[in-house]
């Protein structure tokens, strides 16, 4: 048991900044508690945009129901159910659209009864599955509004490389440059790579300035414009006209020149990958057209994937650069010892190196046919998406605070303004503070809601709108906040965004329960405000000494310089991760445990790594890392790993009798000192448990080395605090952060755990199994009022602990850097290794 004296330690708050809340509650002892953002019992929805919503005739829900039964629960689509449960608000069209369910019964009924093979061959799959991708290229331009006459259909993998071999096949000279609108996609944007390497300048340009670009007397060699007919973060729509600009401009010097088969010095990319999905191409209206247009097929049909188009027009081809590159069945003859080789003359099977993908090209028959079925025409659909998105365009609009602050700003969508169905926006609360995207996508998960957050791979795009200068964003990056990682708030701003886009079959209930989603969890809600470490971190001291925590440490707290010292508090329990993503573990009450400047000693000391991965296996991707439940033999210095239907495992802690081998990792998107733990015993446990190829790594300074020079009464070597290691949350990773995400100790107290879980049960319609209690949230330290209270002292209040700045531990003292940022992972059964919804939403 610890001393007397150990009991009796002294923790208070760091004396914090007067602020309103705290100095308020001092006074009066009002209890600081907060309240569920909306009465979960009453209508939530505040939008009433009375637009219509264009349902086919009627038949939306029809075809929703028997055509993409994935939108609902299985059993509730029985008709003796009643009106079936929609378990998913699909609102990621532009990621990828849904499937039809006769698209998929046909596919499979094909391969069954038929037998698709190469059609390099002449038997008689070979010859079937030839004439099949032939019809299927006349379908696709019949699709897209053109014909054999004018374009060709060349299969590519996907769009991006569609976007690449067009930028191989474009003569462009030394003389010339590639040019691509801001708005462009990352896959136009690598393009300058490949132009950079045959010496080609590359500039971005604002579309607006294309009119002027495309000049004579601005032009030089032969070049390349580049740009999207519709951004993939806002929706802007852009001319398709482009290329009808560049013919008509050069037409008259052609003829002038008497050359009126030359190919004018400005060669024209469309990506019209995202556009074709919820407008008609009809390429047959445009006077020239672009040289090249690449689509994305399953952003239209949902399926097949790995299946892109390249269509190229027919009076370009004969100016195409000169193929390097050749593969299986894009070559007459070949000789194999000298460089000599004939390509086959027609440009689909020059260009489309290999075998194509034959059995997702007859897949794009039904997907053809089940959209005519389905939908009519493309132009019905673009009427369909274009009433959902002046719907919802009006729903986000309406949705305002109690304060009047709106709910969301809305890039783009201006009045007047050519957009299609996306929408980009951020949250803000109700004093105009933006809410971090990373949180909204987080609890979307949790409520079935699909979206999409982050720059979504338009960096032209987002940076306009977010209104951020590429020096602050390659500053971002220098502080290792990369895309992709949940740094979405800097500064106050935000560096992404939310974005809904709709499809053939996004209804107008989709939009209303995403209204209702952001009203029933965002609503007249504030972010945390506390007294930012950040901002005092300078003028704080750190003891050269940190005593040990346990269980039951006493210590006192005060809110800021004019409160009493009246509240008590003591520790409840220390808990520990020995590998970071895994189960906690409950260090004895009786056993003081040392605390460094890492955090407690053995936390998160151990990560597990997938091979080829740089980003240690996290419990929110891999659920079942809840179920290895690690506990440390201080007497033996081992690591002792247990999971079901698993014999224990033995780690040692001892760094100096390990194999260790330097590997690359980064954690919060910062490079770590990362070793492989090298075994194949400890490899292959971790593996057969979680399902994956990995291993265990460590960072050996968090170990032990030399037990002879361990201290007796704590059995492990000192790295306590000391001057200049100051705990304190620093805009970039510092070295004594380790492999922890934001801080080196997560404190969650009693009541405000109860406090959650008392809302959950209000807001739960059946009983639950069990409460859910502080030890889900995570934490090392879980404290409450303490047991012992004076006279002067009181209760610790829910949330109190928003207003501390400060904890002192016996003689270490601890800066409060703010409220942890909340991922799925406290929502992941420690037991079962199930996702669940609560405590999260």
Same mark, same amino acid.
């Given at each position: 048991m610890p001393s007397s004296d150990l009991l009796n330690k002294i923790v208070s708050l760091l004396p914090a900044r007067t602020h309103p809340a705290s100095s308020k509650h001092a006074q009066d002892k009002t209890p600081l508690t907060l309240k569920p953002l909306v009465d979960r019992k009453k209508p939530t929805a505040t939008h009433t945009p009375s637009l219509a919503v264009d349902d086919y005739d009627g038949r939306l829900e029809t075809i929703r129901q028997k055509e993409y039964p994935q939108l609902f629960e299985p059993k509730s689509l029985k008709p003796s159910r009643g009106p079936p449960k929609l378990r998913t608000v699909y609102l990621d069209h532009t990621g990828?659209?849904?499937?039809?369910?006769?698209?998929?019964?046909?596919? @499979?009924?094909?391969?069954?009864?038929?037998?698709?093979?190469?059609?390099?061959?002449?038997?008689?799959?070979?010859?079937?599955?030839?004439?099949?991708?032939?019809?299927?290229?006349?379908?696709?331009?019949?699709?897209?509004?053109?014909?054999?006459?004018?374009?060709?259909?060349?299969?590519?993998?996907?769009? #991006?490389? @569609?976007?690449?071999?067009?930028?191989?096949?474009?003569?462009? =000279?030394?003389?010339?440059?590639?040019?691509? !609108?801001?708005?462009?996609?990352?896959?136009?944007?690598? +393009? %300058?790579?490949? !132009?950079?390497?045959?010496?080609?300048?590359?500039?971005?340009?604002? *579309?607006?300035?294309?009119?002027?670009?495309?000049?004579?007397?601005?032009?030089?060699?032969?070049?390349?414009?580049?740009?999207?007919?519709?951004?993939? *973060?806002?929706?802007?729509?852009?001319?398709?006209?482009?290329?009808?600009?560049?013919?008509? +401009?050069?037409? /008259?010097?052609? %003829?002038?020149?008497?050359?009126?088969?030359?190919?004018?010095?400005?060669?024209? +990319?469309?990506?019209?990958?995202?556009?074709?999905?919820?407008?008609?191409? &009809?390429?047959?209206?445009?006077?020239?057209?672009?040289?090249?247009? @690449?689509?994305?097929?399953?952003?239209?049909?949902? @399926?097949?994937?790995?299946?892109?188009?390249?269509l190229v027009k027919r009076s370009s081809i004969p100016y195409l650069q000169s193929k390097r590159y050749f593969g299986g069945g894009t070559v007459l003859n070949v000789a194999f010892d000298r460089k000599w080789q004939e390509f086959r003359h027609d440009i689909e099977s020059r260009l489309e190196d290999g075998t194509i993908n034959f059995q997702a090209i007859i897949s794009l028959h039904h997907a053809l046919n089940a959209y005519a079925k389905n939908f009519v025409s493309i132009d019905n659909v673009a009427r369909h998406i274009t009433s959902v998105t002046k719907y919802a365009l009006a729903a986000l609009s309406a949705l305002r605070h109690d304060s009047g602050q709106p709910m969301c700003r809305i890039y783009g969508h201006d009045e007047g303004a050519n957009f299609g169905p996306i929408m980009a926006f951020n949250l803000k609360d109700m004093h105009g503070q933006y809410i971090g995207y990373a949180d909204v996508e987080r609890l979307s998960v949790m409520a079935g809601v699909a979206l999409r957050t982050g720059r979504f791979c338009n960096p032209g795009a987002s940076q306009k709108w977010l209104e951020f200068t590429t020096p602050e964003l390659m500053h971002y990056s220098s502080m290792g906040f990369v895309c992709g990682d949940d740094h979405d708030i800097i500064g106050g701003k935000p560096v992404g965004a939310l974005r809904i886009s709709f499809g053939a079959i996004t209804s107008k209930?989709?939009?209303?329960?995403?209204?209702?989603?952001?009203?029933?969890?965002?609503?007249?809600?504030?972010?945390?405000?506390?007294?930012?470490?950040?901002?005092?971190?300078?003028?704080?001291?750190?003891?050269?000494?940190?005593?040990?925590? $346990?269980?039951?440490?006493?210590? #006192? !707290?005060?809110?800021?310089? =004019?409160?009493?010292?009246?509240?008590?508090? /003591?520790?409840?329990?220390?808990?520990?991760?020995?590998? &970071?993503?895994? %189960?906690?573990?409950?260090?004895?009450?009786?056993?003081?445990? /040392?605390?460094?400047?890492?955090?407690?000693?053995?936390?998160?000391?151990?990560?597990?790594?997938?091979?080829?991965?740089?980003?240690?296996?996290?419990? &929110?991707?891999?659920?079942?890392?809840?179920?290895?439940?690690?506990?440390?033999?201080?007497?033996?210095?081992?690591?002792?790993?247990?999971?079901?239907?698993?014999?224990?495992?033995?780690? $040692?802690?001892?760094?100096?009798?390990?194999?260790?081998?330097?590997?690359?990792?980064?954690?919060?998107?910062?490079?770590?000192?990362?070793?492989?733990?090298?075994?194949?015993?400890?490899?292959?446990?971790?593996?057969?448990?979680?399902?994956?190829?990995?291993?265990?790594?460590?960072?050996? %300074?968090?170990?032990?080395?030399?037990?002879? &020079?361990?201290? #007796?009464?704590?059995?492990y070597e000192s790295d306590t605090l000391s001057p200049g290691n100051s705990p304190f949350l620093s805009p970039s990773r510092r070295n004594d952060m380790s492999f922890a995400n934001e801080a080196q100790l997560l404190m969650v107290t009693h009541e405000s755990a109860r406090q959650v879980n008392e809302w959950i049960d209000e807001d739960s319609d059946e009983p639950r199994a069990s409460d859910i209690g502080p030890m889900q949230y995570r934490p090392n330290l879980i404290v409450k009022t303490a047991s012992a209270a004076t006279d002067k002292g009181r209760t610790l209040l829910p949330f109190e602990e928003l207003s501390w700045s400060g904890v002192s531990i016996g003689t270490a003292q601890l800066a409060v850097s703010g409220p942890c940022k909340r991922c799925q992972m406290i929502g992941v059964d420690q037991n079962s290794a199930k996702v669940l919804k609560e405590p999260y939403s």
């Open positions: 990828s659209t849904l499937y039809a369910a006769s698209h998929i019964r046909a596919v @499979a009924e094909e391969l069954l009864t038929d037998f698709p093979a190469n059609p390099h061959s002449q038997h008689m799959g070979s010859q079937w599955t030839h004439a099949r991708v032939e019809q299927a290229r006349d379908r696709l331009l019949e699709f897209f509004g053109t014909t054999p006459k004018d374009y060709a259909v060349v299969f590519t993998a996907n769009a #991006t490389g @569609a976007i690449r071999l067009a930028s191989e096949l474009t003569p462009m =000279t030394k003389g010339g440059t590639f040019r691509y !609108a801001r708005e462009s996609h990352n896959s136009v944007v690598g +393009l %300058r790579n490949l !132009a950079s390497d045959r010496g080609i300048a590359t500039q971005a340009a604002e *579309f607006s300035e294309f009119d002027d670009i495309i000049l004579p007397a601005n032009t030089s060699g032969t070049s390349l414009l580049a740009y999207p007919a519709q951004c993939n *973060f806002s929706g802007e729509r852009f001319s398709l006209d482009v290329a009808d600009k560049v013919h008509r +401009l050069y037409a /008259e010097s052609y %003829r002038k020149d008497g050359d009126s088969d030359s190919h004018p010095p400005w060669w024209v +990319l469309l990506d019209a990958a995202g556009y074709v999905s919820s407008s008609p191409l &009809k390429l047959d209206m445009l006077e020239s057209g672009p040289d090249f247009v @690449a689509v994305s097929l399953y952003k239209v049909f949902g @399926a097949p994937t790995g299946l892109g188009v390249l209930q989709d939009i209303d329960l995403f209204a209702e989603f952001l009203v029933r969890h965002y609503r007249n809600c504030a972010q945390p405000s506390i007294s930012s470490a950040q901002e005092t971190q300078n003028n704080t001291d750190v003891e050269s000494e940190a005593d040990p925590v $346990s269980g039951k440490t006493d210590f #006192t !707290a005060v809110i800021d310089e =004019t409160s009493e010292p009246g509240l008590r508090v /003591e520790i409840d329990q220390v808990v520990i991760y020995p590998i &970071k993503s895994c %189960r906690g573990w409950v260090v004895p009450s009786e056993m003081p445990w /040392e605390l460094t400047r890492f955090g407690l000693k053995f936390d998160r000391s151990f990560v597990v790594m997938r091979q080829n991965d740089i980003v240690p296996m996290q419990q &929110k991707r891999f659920p079942k890392m809840a179920l290895i439940r690690p506990h440390i033999n201080t007497e033996r210095s081992v690591l002792v790993l247990e999971a079901p239907d698993h014999p224990p495992l033995e780690v $040692s802690l001892m760094a100096d009798t390990m194999n260790l081998e330097r590997v690359d990792s980064r954690i919060c998107g910062n490079q770590m000192r990362v070793f492989h733990v090298v075994s194949n015993e400890i490899s292959s446990w971790l593996s057969s448990v979680l399902s994956v190829t990995c291993f265990l790594a460590c960072e050996p %300074r968090l170990l032990l080395s030399d037990t002879s &020079k361990v201290p #007796t009464d704590l059995m």
